[in-house]
């Protein structure tokens, strides 16, 4: 079944169309409009354009962590920690709800066209941020530009698109290099030009990025999504011989008539109906929300134990971020040289030749079992005054660890969802976002109540109650995909 049937009727398996020998698919020769054979060159153009965005993406949420405080002190003339993380975390509130429409709008229009329109409303939100006068127009734009970010639910789904399943690691490594860029120059450019030019230069500059990457995507960018590719060719055919016969795999009667709305609300339920039927989604994504909502723990900490504990100023809190992106290119380039050749590896040795979507998980597992003793350091650290050298050691062990675990991620439900990896994403993403808004708001509570060193100890003695997820859906996964029509293999 593809992703533009509705998905209460009866499932239909895209190599059994309802009428009888389609005329458009990809010719299996060659065909130039099937993305899976576009040059390697054009592939990886459109790699650096994923990374252009994502860059920009993650340049403008986090380049204001660093003076979030300071935000909010000049609208508002008076200090408050929660107005502040919210300013940050609010970001994710929108990122969860974004996907719901993103994603399904990609399955009906493309991924093309939804970028497109996406790019420009985050353009708009980003506008509207740097011109707000007031805290809660601020808190409202911040959360318009994290709901019009599409990059964290289309770019793996590209990937998928492009890249044949022992190819996909290496893909899914590259795009997650330039968003570390970002989340490193962000913060280092807004401490110096917060103190110089202040804070809203910063989000002007996001502005001005995200206009560029929007020109390049609209100039160069093809629809990758072959179901639209298809859809399009067929229609064009038809109106070229004036023969409505003419179909693809992925047509059927009743969605030729079927009306508008309709479509699109079915296609909004489909991420949730998919997570209803499939445990493996359920659990990873439930492991990956919790696991990812650490780096927002970390943004929204880190930067006043730097200023209180070790008297940083803002440009010297910015620049300390970079620790966690040198981190995490350790992390992307640790996962370019061994997922996709541990991936084929055990497919050789315990899949009669022909891996599985389980064999990404094993950096998964090794994050899940490093994840404790760093998230307890990274709080003891500074409790006990011990060197900052500690503390960011600890901070660019945690982005070895979580970008190992992301890239592992994204890869097994690409691998394990295929044509269905969009909606399946999009719980992924709303189950992280989710925890990115929520959980950092619980920091300060906790560590008022047990210290910054208790505090960071309860968080990882949580961590080691996560270890056995990854492990299961290693061990079971397979056998658990069968039960769901979205993952049985050979779909």
């Avoid at 708009?124 to 911040?142: E, I, N």
């Avoid at 780096?295 to 910015?318: K, N, R």
Wanted: proline share 7%; with cysteine.
């Amino acid at each position: 079944m593809d992703e533009s049937q509705p998905l209460l009727g009866q499932l239909n398996e895209p190599q059994h169309p309802t009428i009888p020998n389609p005329l458009v698919r990809f010719d299996p020769k060659g065909d130039p409009d099937n993305p899976l054979e576009w040059p390697k060159g054009y592939k990886m153009g459109v790699v650096c354009l994923l990374a252009l965005l994502s860059f920009t993406v993650t340049f403008t949420c986090i380049g204001i962590v660093p003076v979030a405080e300071r935000i909010i002190f000049d609208l508002e003339g008076r200090q408050s920690k929660s107005a502040s993380i919210l300013l940050v975390t609010v970001w994710e509130l929108g990122e969860a709800c974004g996907p719901l429409l993103i994603a399904p709008l990609s399955e009906i229009y493309g991924r093309y066209s939804t970028f497109n329109v996406a790019n420009i409303i985050f353009i708009l939100g980003v506008v509207l941020t740097a011109s707000s006068p007031t805290t809660g127009l601020l808190v409202f734009s911040r959360f318009l530009t994290g709901f019009a970010v599409a990059s964290n639910v289309l770019n793996p789904a590209i990937i998928g698109d492009m890249y044949p399943s022992e190819s996909r690691g290496s893909g899914m490594s590259l795009i997650m290099l330039a968003p570390l860029l970002g989340g490193a120059v962000g913060p280092a450019i807004s401490g110096l030009i917060a103190e110089s030019l202040g804070w809203r230069k910063i989000l002007w500059m996001s502005a001005a990025l995200a206009i560029v990457s929007e020109i390049l995507f609209f100039t160069l960018l093809r629809e990758t999504y072959k179901v639209s590719i298809l859809k399009q060719r067929a229609a064009r055919l038809r109106k070229e011989t004036q023969d409505e016969s003419i179909k693809c795999p992925y047509e059927t009667g009743e969605a030729a008539t079927e009306l508008y709305w309709s479509a699109l609300r079915t296609s909004i339920k489909r991420p949730v109906v998919v997570m209803l039927d499939s445990s493996v989604l359920q659990i990873i994504s439930f492991y990956g929300g919790l696991m990812f909502t650490l780096y927002y723990v970390l943004a929204t900490t880190l930067p006043g134990m730097l200023m209180e504990i070790y008297g940083f100023s803002p440009a010297q809190t910015g620049l300390s971020f970079m620790s966690f992106s040198i981190g995490a290119t350790g992390g992307i380039l640790l996962s370019n040289a061994f997922v996709d050749h541990i991936y084929v590896k055990l497919g050789k040795s315990y899949g009669a030749g022909t891996a599985i979507p389980e064999y990404r998980l094993p950096f998964m597992i090794t994050g899940a079992a490093l994840m404790p003793p760093i998230v307890a350091l990274y709080g003891w650290a500074p409790n006990a005054h011990w060197p900052v050298q500690t503390l960011l050691m600890t901070v660019a062990l945690l982005g070895v660890v979580l970008i190992m675990s992301s890239i592992a991620l994204s890869s097994y439900v690409v691998d394990a969802f295929g044509i269905y990896s969009a909606s399946a994403m999009t719980i992924v993403l709303i189950a992280r976002c989710l925890g990115g808004t929520l959980l950092p708001l619980a920091i300060p509570p906790l560590t008022d109540a047990l210290g910054l060193g208790y505090g960071f100890l309860v968080l990882g003695a949580i961590c080691v109650l996560l270890i056995p997820l990854p492990v299961v859906v290693m061990r079971y996964g397979r056998h658990w995909r069968q039960n769901s029509a979205y993952t049985r293999d050979g779909l």
